[in-house]
């Protein structure tokens, strides 16, 4: 039983999704419900709109048709163009043939007698009964009837004048009727269809639209627990040596707890320092410090001053430069860009190691290389820029140096990457050509 509750738990959490994760997926649904909600609205008004001017079609050919039909069948009548003999006289049962359309029937009702010009359909016979009940129900105002199966069309139109007499037009939509359902119905499944597709389509968009809100959460959510480890640690031994301190008798010698207590207060002060420098360099508020500079002489001025460090380890650091160097960029970035390129340089190459540092103006860019011997594995080249992530597994930093140059060089419209072969590791920065300025023309301007 222990072993089943076990193996539950496990799939349980498995299953088990993080904060971020929920909160992402709340947005995802969101998104996707109000795309949804937009979507069936606009396809509503769009099925209703066509449905209405299907209608309005649809009526008025048949109004036109059965105005026609009437037209024709009063020339007819009192032209004396029906030569089969006098009116029906309210018999109803004998139909000419003659007529406008065969799907159409005109009943002319004049002085007391009544006329049938054309029909409602070539295999349709209409009884007095059935004559007597459509022409009932003209009477009664109706524009439409049922006859059997028949759906029939009813238009009247009455002449107040001289003659005196009613024409009754009864025409059979039936066909043209099942077509319009027909066409409602495909549209109404289309539109719906429209609508299901619109609202998959969003919801697999919303994932490429929210990623960068996923991303934020989650290396929110990573800040918040690596800063919480790197200060943990300190905080204890601070904690301990403070322990140490309390219960030594009077007048012990605490130089050694006093002194770990310093030095681990550096240290988190060190690290709350990277990380607000990594916060101001995040911030939409941060204002950069655009100045025209030579970046061959701040370049080089750094690589100056970390000369002491790599005589300490026997490394050999040069360095050179190609074309103009003069740039309109942001020099506080740029600065500790250079520091920490300089500083992971020094800090991962092996004693008697050599580094190289090299700045590069093609056509449309400026390129910073910084190479030193020493070589990253290669399943560790994607990470290196991340957060709180360090290379070598006795690093005393804290991981956040590549991750603020990244940071830096995307604000000044540029890319950093990192390549390691053959035992050598390169740092490329690359910013675009329009920050930079010639030398020539620079002196020229001031002259």
Known sequence: MRGMRTDTQKRNGEKRLSPAAKLFRKMQTR??????????????????????????????????LMTEAMRFAEEIYFDN?????????????????????????????????????????????????????????????????RLGDLRVRIAVDVDTGARGYSLYAFYDFTDRYSIYVSQTLGMM????????????????????????ARDALVRQKELVANASHELKTPVT????????????PAGADNDKWIANIEAQTKRMNSLIIEMLEM??????????????????????GYCL???????EKGISMSYESEGGTVV????????????ILLDNAVKYSPQNGRIEVRIVRKKKHVYLYVANDGEIPRDRLDKIFDRFYKAGENSNSFGLGLAMAKVITAGMNG?????????????????????????????????
């Open 189 to 212: 499944f289309s539109f719906i269809g429209l609508a299901c597709i619109l609202t998959l389509f969003s919801y697999m968009m919303s994932g490429v639209m929210l990623s960068p």
């Open 81 to 145: 163009s029906v030569t089969d003999g006098a009116p029906s006289n309210g018999q109803g049962d004998q139909q000419t043939t003659n007529g406008p359309r065969p799907d159409c029937l005109v009943v002319i009702e004049h002085n007391g007698d009544y006329e049938l010009i054309g029909s409602l359909g070539s295999e349709i016979t209409l009884t007095a009964g059935d004559i007597t009940y459509l022409m009932a129900t003209a009477m009664g105002g109706a524009d439409s009837t």
């Open 31 to 64: 998104f996707t419900v109000l795309v949804a909600v937009i979507c069936f609205v606009l396809v509503s008004v769009s099925f209703v709109a066509m449905s209405v001017i299907n209608t309005i079609v649809m009526d008025s050919s048949v109004r036109s």
């Open 279 to 300: 916060s101001s360099f995040e911030s939409s508020a941060y204002n950069a410090e655009i100045k025209e500079f030579d970046l061959g002489e701040m370049t080089e």
């Open 328 to 339: 309109r960029s942001d020099e506080k970035g740029w600065s500790k860009l250079i520091s």
């Open 305 to 311: 001053s970390f000369e002491a460090t790599c005589y």
């Open 237 to 248: 031994i601070i904690n301990a040596n403070l322990d140490v301190i309390k219960n030594a």
């Open 415 to 447: 890319s950093i990457s990192c390549s390691s072969s053959d035992g050598r590791t390169v740092f490329t920065v690359c910013v675009p050509i329009r920050e930079i300025r010639e030398q020539g023309k620079e002196n020229k301007e001031r002259e």
